[in-house]
């Protein structure tokens, strides 16, 4: 894929951050063709429907739901119910619910064949979550606090089971690859760990075995995210860049770092994984070449901090 390739209306990039506004990107010239109003909060997570139809935004106390097709600016549907910050956002694969995990230390699934707010199932730890992944088999959601622990939680029987990778230290990200044959999680740290997952039959739990760890950064790891073919890792930092890392031997493809880049709070990969976006605190969303490691194009718009993005193409 080339950067021109992107210019496509299936292709949908979304930047959310502290100046309270959503913007809606066009991917191959950097021009924002709409913005959506996040009034009452910043956004802290921003995710895409799999029918490509509505963007999800994690506020304060609320999760907000776009209508991507209409020209409105104002959210449709408004998920209530979270007394803090909500910190993650995703979808099952069919788009028949919504999984969140939030700074009041739950994880919630939220029904959306409903569409009247309703949250039938809540997973309560001890500590407020950081992230929240599901394994790509839709039924076991891993769930990453600030007291550094791993939650597997079990949709079908309401089991759980925890993994501490690191004493007094936060888990800031945890990531499923593709292929659903590897777990990446990173700390405040810097610190990044991966698990071999071996899925059983389809009634046992998936098994965590420790594989790797290394320092992927000097100061907080923020986010880690595997590229769709599941052969690359990126992750982003507090040290004012972003790193794509070799899934094979963990050594480094690319440093991203622009000047000025401040905090990197977000990435995601094309569908070919040949280039990459990241958003950080100086209010610029950046495209990347992964090949090259050369910043391609500059999304310029937002009044403060970038905090999420969330994309999607034809593909994926």
Known sequence: MTVENLENDQIILATGGYDHTIKLWQTHTGICNRTLQHAESQVNALEITPDKQLLAAGGYQHIQMYDLASNNSIAVVNYEGTSKNVTSVG??????????????????????????SQCPKIFEVQA?????????????????DQNGIIYRWDLRTDNNEQLIPENDAMILDVDISPDSQLMAAVNNKGRCYIWSLISGSIDTPTKMIPKQKFDAHKRHALKCKFSPDSNLLITTSADQTARVWNRWNYSLVQELKQENQRWVWDAAFSADAQYVFT??????????????????REYAGHQKAVTALAFRDVTQ
């Open 279 to 296: 958003a950080s605190s100086d209010g610029f969303t950046r495209l990347w070449n992964v090949k090259t490691g050369d910043m391609e």
């Open 91 to 116: 979808f099952q694969e069919d788009g028949k619910w919504m999984y969140s995990g939030g700074e009041d230390s739950r994880a919630r699934i939220w029904d959306l064949r409903s569409r009247n």
């Open 128 to 144: 407020p979550i950081n992230c929240v992944c599901l394994h790509p088999n839709q039924v076991e959601l891993f769930v990453g």
